[in-house]
T-cell receptor
Framework: SQQGEEDPQALSIQEGENATMNCSYK?????LQWYRQNSGRGLVHLIL?????REKHSGRLRVTLDTSKKSSSLLITASRAADTASYFC????????????FGKGTHLIIQP | SAVISQKPSRDICQRGTSLTIQCQVD?????MFWYRQQPGQSLTLIAT?????????ESGFVIDKFPISRPNLTFSTLTVSNMSPEDSSIYLC????????????FGPGTRLTVL
């Protein structure tokens, strides 16, 4: 399966600023999911957005989805040092028996 | 959400040996998924394991190298056979679950180093 692209590959910002990460993919999807990974540990699920949704919020997170452009963005507002992690988007083509196709990830560093 | 545990959490192995990774889920699930994350890379799906049938492998992964067992609805194992340093990776199992059944939850991963 082909992975999507994420940009930027790395992002360093000051604490309190907003961080935006983008994800592009190649095939039609059922949903798109964002994950966080701290220092090579397990993945923490952040948010799932369905193909018929355009925007979704969860706390300080805002996710958008543009299926016509096959792209999604993750916005983290008022960033904190604890947000330092790698962030991955993953697409799900649906069907129940399918795994996810992951993007290459964005490594986010929040400077205190 | 599903709670997933994996054993071992990490291991250092010699070339040519095999390692079996266990994945336990706190609820019954139909599908379990195994992923590999090579150093500094993203995750790649190895195979999908359905209880009572043969696992389905993704392109580039074969059963002889990564045999999978799925004896019941809460447990699965992945074996990395005849290991080489290129097999050094984090191996993660995953299940679908939760209020939105398409959400995939991941175990903490097994960090494997092959010398």
């Amino acid at each position: 399966s082909q992975q999507g692209e994420e940009d930027p590959q790395a992002l360093s910002i000051q604490e309190g600023e907003n961080a935006t990460m983008n994800c592009s993919y190649k095939t039609s999807i059922n949903n798109l999911q964002w994950y966080r990974q701290n220092s090579g540990r397990g993945l923490v699920h952040l948010i799932l957005i369905r193909s018929n949704e355009r925007e979704k919020h969860s706390g300080r997170l805002r996710v958008t989805l543009d299926t016509s452009k096959k792209s999604s963005s993750l916005l983290i507002t008022a960033s904190r040092a604890a947000d330092t992690a790698s962030y991955f988007c993953a697409t799900d083509i649906g069907g129940g028996a399918d795994g996810l196709t992951f993007g290459k990830g964005t490594h986010l560093i929040i400077q205190p | 959400s599903a709670v997933i545990s994996q054993k071992p959490s990490r291991d250092i192995c010699q070339r040519g040996t095999s390692l079996t990774i266990q994945c336990q889920v706190d609820s019954q699930v139909t599908m379990m998924f195994w992923y590999r994350q090579q150093p500094g890379q993203s995750l790649t799906l190895i195979a999908t394991a359905n209880q009572g049938s043969e696992a389905t492998y993704e392109s580039g992964f074969v059963i002889d190298k990564f045999p999978i067992s799925r004896p019941n609805l809460t447990f699965s194992t992945l074996t990395v056979s005849n290991m080489s340093p290129e097999d050094s990776s984090i191996y993660l199992c995953s299940v679908r679950g939760g209020a939105e059944s398409n959400t995939q939850y991941f175990g903490p991963g097994t960090r494997l180093t092959v010398l």
